[in-house]
């Protein structure tokens, strides 16, 4: 995973973040820091990728305290749209197989898995967008993955949805 966090003054910082390699130091002020929202480490982590943003900062806070180990928690006041959590490119492709392993074996669809990538790869930030990730074929350069309320035939609205 990826933290990125714009600071007030448009300083934009990344920090590369694997939750179950940090270090038990740094778990332990992760469980420490749940203030009753949470109390162990898993439930930290369930509530980080779900975007949580207490469990966000806390993620951003660890990775600060890497720099400065005095900082405390309550100094770490951020606004609420600065913190972005993203997979990062490795986790982005076991993503992709995962859902091309699934679309093959039957689990899901082909036209879903398609909508499903498409929408991850319309998620990435300007300039993330790698050689050997084609869009898929559902959907057009500078598009949007087709909705499940569009016609299968034509790409458009069904005729169910239009008025």
Not at 50 to 79: F, I
Not at 143 to 153: F, M
Request: hydrophobic share 35%.
């Amino acid at each position: 995973m990826i933290i990125r966090y714009t600071n007030d003054k448009a300083e934009k910082r990344e920090f590369p973040f694997r939750p179950y390699e940090l270090r038990s130091v740094e778990g332990e002020l992760i469980e420490a820091a749940g203030a009753g929202v949470w109390d162990t480490f898993d439930g930290w982590d369930a509530l980080f990728r779900r975007g949580h943003k207490r469990a966000e900062r806390v993620g951003l806070w660890v990775c600060l305290r890497r720099e400065n180990n005095a900082l405390q928690l309550h100094e770490v006041d951020v606004s609420m749209g600065s913190i972005v959590v993203a997979l990062d490119l490795g986790e982005r492709r076991e993503q992709r197989q995962q859902i091309r392993k699934e679309v093959a074996a039957g689990k899901i669809q082909a036209a879903d898995g398609d909508r499903i990538l498409a929408a991850a790869w319309l998620a990435l930030p300007d300039g993330e967008v790698e050689d050997t990730d084609p869009l898929p074929p559902s959907v057009e350069p500078g598009g949007k993955p087709p909705s499940p309320l569009d016609d299968d035939v034509t790409g458009g609205p069904s005729a169910a949805t239009s008025t």
